[in-house]
């Protein structure tokens, strides 16, 4: 009987090893695909193609290793943007596969702000000012109105949505007006 217990705790030790290693594994190319990421916000370009695919990569490594994890998906939702503004990939396929990413990370994590204000930022580069991007920026507000994200999406497209939209803006002028205490 001891063996058999031992032999049971053996296996489930090699189970719980190779699923930490597959999330270390995964956190170390998410970590790569980061970095790339913040080194092309401090510049405001991507350096080159070659930088472009290997943070893909790395995204792609990381969600292969740790499946539907939401910084994973953001990560790489993140570079689609990227690659898309600097013309590395067809702008509206990448575009539009960023925000299913974005809307995947919402569906598990639908409390955290910043995932809200991006997919407002990414629908105003899709050029789609609609009902929907005032939701995204509604629950922007509601989940993280303090949170840099939200107050950034806000000072951005409040006033292109008050200029421009608004029908649009009319929902979001409290929170607009909240954001940048305005009375």
Known sequence: MDNVIKFI???IL???????????????????AEVRVKSWQAIGYIGNAQDYRQALRYADDALFYHPGHNQYLEIK???LE???????VDRQTALQHAKQLYLQSTSTRPTWPATWAALAMLKWRMQEFDSQMVSFLQNAYAMGRNSPEVKLAFQQLGPV???YHPQ??????PQYDDLLKIK
Not at 14 to 30: E, H
Not at 82 to 88: E, K, L, S, T, V
Request: charged letters at 15%; proline letters at 2%; zero cysteines.
């Open 161 to 163: 949505l008050r200029d």
């Open 9 to 11: 705790l053996i296996i």
């Open 168 to 173: 649009l803006f009319a929902p979001l002028e």
């Open 77 to 79: 939702a993140q570079i």
């Open 14 to 32: 090699v189970i719980l090893t190779i699923v930490a290693t597959s999330f270390g594994v995964a956190n170390i190319a998410f970590k790569q």
């Open 82 to 88: 990227w690659g898309a503004d600097d013309n590395m």
